[in-house]
Structures are given as C-alpha cells and as structure tokens.
C-alpha cells in the first residue's frame, strides 16, 4: 500500500514537475516516512515504558510538566 499511496502522490503533483518541482523527491520521502511509521511508534512506546518504569507519569501534573515528560520520549527517539 505504501509504493502506491507514493505513486499516487507522483502522479497528482505531476502538473507541478513540469515547474520544476521536486515531485519523485516528495513521492520518496513519504515512502520512506510511511515506512518507518511502525518502527518509530515501537521505539516511543519502548522509551515511554522505561520512563514509565524510572517514575515518569505522563498524566499528571501541569501541561508544561507533561510536555516537559513528553520531550524525554521524543529526544531520545529522534537522532
């Protein structure tokens, strides 16, 4: 499903190839996003679960505590 969910993006921007777009370049960046979708939500939950076990309890406290519990996730997840 994820070759074709990219070929269909090709084909609708293809208009804007012709102005110099970078269309094949966006069809493969979703590709690949799209595919990387289930490693990166089981590597969140992986480094959720340590935090979890380290004492993080992510729905408690103010908004920017939990925002501040969250960026411990997701720093560690984005290289």
């Given at each position: 499903?994820?070759?074709e969910l990219s070929d269909a993006l090709?084909?609708?921007?293809s208009p804007?190839?012709?102005?110099?777009?970078?269309?094949?370049?966006?069809?493969?960046a979703l590709?690949?996003?799209?595919?990387?979708?289930p490693a990166?939500?089981?590597e969140f939950r992986?480094?959720?679960?340590?935090q979890r076990v380290r004492g993080a309890r992510f729905d408690d406290g103010s908004l920017t505590?939990?925002?501040?519990l969250h960026a411990a996730i997701?720093?560690?997840l984005v290289p």
């Open positions: 499903a994820v070759p090709v084909r609708l921007l804007l190839a012709r102005l110099g777009a970078p269309v094949g370049v966006l069809g493969a590709s690949i996003a799209l595919t990387s979708i990166v939500s089981e992986r480094i959720a679960d340590a505590e939990r925002i501040g997701l720093i560690p």
